[in-house]
């Protein structure tokens, strides 16, 4: 796909932020072919060093963030700094970000009085604007509580809400564009993270399960809930997740493993009905103990011979060594992967957008390198202003 054919082809933002969410949110905009410009402070924002850091000292974390962006260094701390940025956000139209002040001269009514049609999305941690970071929120919403197999919670490394309000703010910013487009009327759209969370427990039916049935899930260690799931080790060493939330993959775990009699046998010893998800997880345990050895018995080769083509549902466990090492999936293989030069860190295999076809993966910039560039085609500032700049501290000295 050519830059000119990308679905957000002309599309324009700013984006002033940190951490994860918001930075997820342009990348998957600018992956898409819009063009985001994230403006930091000299010498970077917050999260500017945060690890995982190559040999040089370049965060492999804010590289991976900031995938396809423009970026811009100014002296946020100066009010002529912060005019550069208010100006850059006015020309664009579109601002992204998740610092917390609403006054000033980040907020909406300033900058929308500089562009009527200024449209802004803005991420909060709660909805009435306290703190929050993901590791809070996700405290807060039963699921460390329910993984794991005691009543210690656990908490897993995936900053899931911080992923899904990037995406959540990717899609927000597109439907205020499209308002836009049909209205002239821009606005302000804010996202809580805590929502993020809350209403995705909402949606998955936990919360209406303590109020209709008064059921709190509880830890299940990895059973799948509700269905048949479970991990099983192998002769080896290593460890498969196999689960059946269809009647056809049941039966097909019992043809791939020889075990169909056997499996079949559990329904009317325990006076469940094994054509049911709620049956089978009701017998999870008798019918692991009948799985195991099959498992126990061969090595994860040997697993993926006979479940290759049989429809098993499965997958192995996998570090992320092994995901670079072994899986075809995370190579060059898929389309959706390539080798990037990442200033700082050298060759990278980086994603483009999932949704293919996509714009080829583009390296994250090295910080403040489009400043002038940006001031140019941006602010038709000239070389001299810029230089002026320059000298009185508002710009990097190397951009």
Known sequence: MSPEDAPLAGLRLVEVSAFVAAPIGGMTLAQLGAEVIRIDPI???IDIGRWPLAPSGTSLYWAGLNKGKRSVCLALDKPEGREIAAALIAEAGILLTNLPSAEGWMSYAALSARRPDLIMLR?????????AIDYTVNAAVGFPVATGEDERPVNHVLPAWDVAAGLYLATGLLAAERRRTRTGRGGEVTLALSDVAYATVATLGYLADVQVNGHVRPPLGNHLYGAFGRDFSCKDGRRVMLAAISNRQWRAIGKATGLAEKLEMIGP???VDMSDEGGRYAARDAICAVLAPWFAARS???VRAAFEA???LWGPYQDFGQMVREDPRCSAANPMFAEIEQPGAGRLLAPASPLQPALPPRPAPRL????DAVLRERLGLPHDTIAAYRAAGLLPRDS
């Open 368 to 371: 403040g390198a489009d400043t």
């Open 269 to 271: 010893l325990m006076g």
């Open 43 to 45: 010498g970077g924002n």
């Open 300 to 302: 994860l080769p040997e």
């Open 123 to 131: 991420l909060t941690g709660t909805h009435d604007g306290g703190n």
């Open 310 to 312: 049989s429809g098993v």
